[in-house]
């Protein structure tokens, strides 16, 4: 048995595996900053690209007290270098169209040799970047990796800018159908509204559908669906279900095997989860979390399509801008009607999360939110619990919680908004105490 993550790492070395051995055990801050500043200046002699150093906590034990987000561990965190910089000429700008309408400008720049990759485009991300920078035709631009991974424009070098260069003024009409912009108040991003005739928004839902992550169709890809869509094939996810074999054999090199390979994966994702489902149909701001949230919150489709605002932002997980995104998604007749053919399709609509079996309802209906760590608890221990004696559990503070459930090392920020908004903070000594009556 080992307790800390070095002898973990020792183990594996006796057990034949390559480590790293640049790792170093620290018993002091400073120790962590001395490593840090050492390593800034050596990383670049190793034979590959490192962005920064990662600090654990060594014991195993406190690990796993720590525990993890839905995304990362607690116990670690990541110290990132200043990223390279260089400059390059700006050649123009394109714009992209993403599955949500959001339109993306692309710089598109003279290749340029950056943290061990040649670098031709960098997202310019919204019109309020382009303003920002002031960007001109044939401008030379700073362009270095966020995160040493994506690249970005970061300043305009005035000194190389040329009297009669143009100012870049951002488009007004969609560059692939051509429909008129909007830009939603309180968005930085200008959208597509034509959601049902934008080709890469029709083409970005489906292979949005199709993912892993989602239905798990791995025998369809981009370039199927793509040609799908310039067949007329395929213009919703629920279109995939009515596809045939002599449908598929019209796709370029696709054979009878192939085909039934296809058809075959369509088939399998029914089986998919509610939550799968639920994440595939692609509602704004829905990410996997949150879909999984929602399908045990709601239980079923038809009880998320009927859900209010106010019993959304009930729901784990889900705050103002989710719950709005949601009530508009199920407001639309013709989400509406794409939802109900991909449940005639025999689609997953219902969760199959086991609830805790109610024991009693002592709680009696009340709301808690759970924050912080407990010596003798998990946090989905106490969910259970609550949930098991009548209670229920949200994710957020708001002034309709009834309970703030705090441990030790909770965040100031629910303690503080909890304190403001006179939610009643109870220890769990208190809250064990409540389920005794």
């Known amino acids: 048995d080992v307790a800390t993550h070095e002898e973990a790492i020792h183990q594996l070395e006796k057990w034949g595996f390559q480590?790293?051995?640049?790792?170093?055990?620290?018993?002091?801050?400073?120790?962590?900053?001395n490593y840090i500043a050492q390593w800034e200046k050596k990383r670049a002699d190793l034979p590959l690209e490192t962005d920064g150093v990662v600090i654990k906590v060594n014991s195993l034990a406190q690990q796993q007290r720590l525990g993890?987000?839905?995304?990362?561990?607690?116990w670690a965190i990541s110290y990132k270098y200043k990223a390279e910089s260089i400059s390059t000429r700006l050649n123009g700008i394109t714009y992209q169209v993403g599955r949500t309408g959001a339109v993306t400008p692309v710089a598109e720049l003279e290749?340029?040799?950056l943290a061990g990759t040649t670098v031709k485009r960098a997202s310019l991300h919204n019109a309020n970047e382009i303003a920002r920078l002031d960007l001109h035709l044939g401008d030379f631009v700073f362009v270095e990796k966020g995160g040493e991974i994506i690249p970005k424009v970061t300043a305009v070098d005035l000194a190389k800018r040329t009297a009669s260069s143009e100012a870049i003024v951002y488009i007004t009409h969609c560059p692939e159908c051509g429909t008129e912009l909007i830009r939603k108040e309180g968005e930085a991003n200008h959208y597509c509204p034509n959601d049902a005739g934008c080709p890469p928004q029709i083409k970005g839902k489906v292979e949005h559908f199709i993912q892993r992550k989602a239905m798990d169709i791995d025998s369809l890809g981009e370039q199927t669906i793509r040609q799908l869509f310039d067949l007329g094939l395929v213009k919703t996810p629920a279109d995939l279900y009515d596809l045939k074999k002599e449908d598929l054999l019209r796709l370029d090199k696709v054979k009878e095997k192939s085909a039934q390979n296809m058809l075959a994966g369509i088939e399998a994702s029914k089986t998919a989860p509610f939550e799968a489902v639920l994440f595939a149909i692609g509602i704004r701001f829905v990410g996997k979390t949150v879909a999984e949230k929602?399908?045990?919150y709601f239980k079923n489709m038809d009880n998320l399509a009927k859900a209010t605002y106010e019993q959304l932002l009930e729901a784990p997980e889900v705050?103002?801008?989710?719950?709005?995104?949601?009530?508009?998604?199920?407001?639309?007749?013709?989400?509406?009607?794409?939802?109900?053919?991909?449940?005639?399709a025999g689609l997953q609509m219902e969760?199959?999360?086991?609830?805790?079996?109610?024991?009693?309802?002592?709680?009696?209906?009340?709301?808690f939110v759970i924050s912080g760590t407990f010596e003798n608890y998990e946090r989905d221990q106490l969910k259970d619990i609550i949930l098991a004696n009548g209670g229920r559990v949200l994710s957020g503070v708001s002034g309709k919680l009834d309970y703030l459930l705090a441990g030790d090392n909770m965040g100031p920020s629910k303690l503080e908004k909890a304190q403001?908004?006179?939610?009643?903070?109870?220890?769990?000594?208190?809250?064990?105490?409540?389920?005794?009556?």
């Not at 480590?19 to 900053?33: G, R």
Request: aromatic fraction near 4%; charged fraction near 20%.
């Open 19 to 33: 480590v790293s051995p640049t790792y170093q055990k620290c018993d002091s801050i400073q120790e962590i900053i």
């Open 68 to 74: 993890a987000t839905a995304k990362v561990p607690r």
């Open 111 to 113: 290749p340029v040799l």
């Open 294 to 296: 929602l399908a045990g």
């Open 319 to 344: 705050g103002e801008k989710i719950a709005a995104s949601v009530v508009q998604f199920f407001q639309s007749e013709e989400n509406q009607r794409e939802v109900q053919r991909l449940k005639s």
């Open 351 to 367: 969760s199959s999360e086991q609830q805790p079996t109610l024991l009693s309802n002592q709680l009696d209906n009340h709301s």
């Open 420 to 437: 403001k908004l006179g939610v009643k903070i109870i220890s769990l000594a208190e809250f064990e105490q409540m389920l005794k009556g």
